[in-house]
């Protein structure tokens, strides 16, 4: 009998027809972009490995490819640039952990942006260590109370929600004492304050957290799982920021070849070494692909790490060959001046790449998200099973 040779056919199948639906209703120039998402997420096509009803299909997750490259090929709008957290690792959090009356009221509004999202874990004495938050909570009635300080915090000024690791237990390892909340960035109580960035800007902020009140309805997981949850979120991170179904040359690579076209005076050697970017560039591109379709139960594994390892030391040395291109134009900053962006957009107004900007913004990849040094550790204890790090209980 003849094998299928695509395990996932009638999935697909299923997955094909709904994305004619929605680009059939799709006008590049014309359709809003609220409507358009709001369609998405109504024929499951926003994460389609989530429930029906939930943005999703209930189909394999390697579909989700599928959905990114058509709507990308047709022009559509894309909601990530504006709500990256929620998209990238709030949604799926949310999804594995929330109640079901607490995902349908966030998910819908997280994907069509009307509610942004931030993530709420860093500390001044915990990043890389982000197990030994120290802002505590203690239950009264059927509330929490919160109070401490977070740092970093990407998009905090902007955001409706944020995924919250607090303290609830300080009786036991450092680990098990911690429980996790989804807090309203408005509620009484929460001080954002801006920081300023190498770029000029306040893309991210501290947060003082004074008496803060979340109801218990708030919880994700039972008291003492936070840890657990905030690793379904940190794994989610690491794919998210490594940009899983980017097309052969896009992205930073594609900006570099682009620019390299464009100027009049071309030297050998940076022919080299941009031939030589291409190809990292290209196996990080298959990385990241092997790495997503290994996430098949829905929850990205230490491969997530590899991607954004490679992608984080590859995108600070396209942007160095891009500004040493560009010569004196490469040091050239057009604005300095204060701004708090409600996105992680990096072109100019008139839509141009502004490469120095792009160049001075990826000095963070190899820190947010996790550190290069750390996710090396993860690399050698998970994935090539070196002996592991002496730790701290
Ligand atoms: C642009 C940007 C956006 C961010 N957005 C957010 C956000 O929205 N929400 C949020 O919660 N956090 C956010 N962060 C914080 C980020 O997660 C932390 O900066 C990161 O985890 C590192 O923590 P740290 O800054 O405290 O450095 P530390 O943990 O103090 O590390 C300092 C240095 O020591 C190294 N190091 C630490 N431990 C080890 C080890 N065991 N082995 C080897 N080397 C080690 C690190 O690699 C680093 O070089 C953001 C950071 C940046 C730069």
New binding site residues.
Partial sequence: MAQDSDPYSRERDLVESQIENLLQNFHPGTTNDREFWSLQYDLGLAWVHFARGFGGLGVSPSLGELVATRLAQAGAPSNFILNP?GIGMGAPTVMAHASTELSQRLLKPLFLCDEIW?????E?G?????ASVITGAYRDGDEWVINGQ???????HASKWGMLLVRTDTGVSKHKGLTYFILNMQAKGVEIRPLR?ITGEA??NEVYLTDVRIPDGHRLGDPGDGWKIALTTLMNERVSLSGTAAERESGSIGEAVHLWKSLPEKSSHDRDRLARLWIEAEVSRLVNIRASQLRLAGTPGPEGSVGKLISAELNKKIYNFCVDILGPGGITYSSYEMSRPASIKIEREDGTRDFPKAFL?SR?NS????????M??IIGERVLGLPR?PTVK
């Fill in positions: 957290i931030c993530q709420l874990f860093s001044p915990a990043g890389s260590d982000v977070k740092v970093w915090t990407t998009l905090a960035q893309e991210f913004r963070a820190i947010e998200g996790g550190t290069s040094e750390i090396k550790n790090e």
